[in-house]
């Protein structure tokens, strides 16, 4: 009898090992699923954070491009807007005779000989007026004229930026594409008739193509001082060659350029004197405007 006791404790004992077992299958499973539920979560929220990332990113980039093309397309509009107020201000400015006398801008072409073909290009700084020949460069179909190359920018030259952020470089580019032929006195004064004391006469003599080209190069892929050297003008380009702006953009570097066409007039105010005899009236009005004329006149021929 105490044998069988034994046995029997001993298949108690496998039981209770098998309940054990059992219970510890079930919780295992449970944690499994828990795992997976927890994991699909963590997917889910990392692929809204992906995507909110990557929505930000792109707003940011939009912004950007459109910061700097606004950025760039000021610049450009401001050398365009130096040149007008300089040409259309005052003429007693020593600027203006600068940009008119024989070594300046507009001076070239209309003092000059065989200077319609000719492209005039400067960098433009807004604190300073680079409208002579030495500092322009002046080329042709054929290439440089007159040996004429000290107008282009340099991004190593902190004085070639457009202000003084350094951060825009600005390049002008200037050819007439239309001439006009001077009138002569004879013909400013045909058309006046008596007692007429004064008048404007406005007679065009140039049409320019104004091409501003801006960019930014600290954000080029490589260098771009030899892009500033290119023409402005396709037709100047030869064999497979760039323009400026052609240049600028296939080394990354943003750019835009403003193109405009303006007209370079002559405004010339003529002066008519007649002898009214021994009216008060009339003399009283028209002396002092003629001894004005004569003297300008005098002035002139003197």
Known sequence: MKQMQIKNVKKSNVKLRKVVAIQVSRRKEQEGAALIAVLLFLILISLAGVMAVKQSSTDLKLATSDQINTLLLQSSDAGNQQLEDVVNGDVSNSVYDDVFSDVGLFGHYIL???TDDN???YCFNNSTDKYLKVHATVRN?????????GGNCNPATKADYASSRKIVMTQMDVI???VFEAPSKEQLFKDYLDAKDTESKTSK?????IRSTSTLPAYADSDITSCFGNTSVKGY???TGKTVEECLKAANSPTQTLFEEVELSNVTIVTMCKDYGDDPFAEKRYAALCKKAEAEAEAEGG
């Open 112 to 114: 000059g000989e065989e």
């Open 119 to 121: 492209e005039y290009t």
């Open 141 to 149: 179909e054929a290439g440089l004229v007159g040996g004429m190359n």
């Open 176 to 178: 007439p594409t239309e």
């Open 205 to 209: 003599l140039y049409t320019f193509n």
């Open 237 to 239: 380009v030869t064999g």
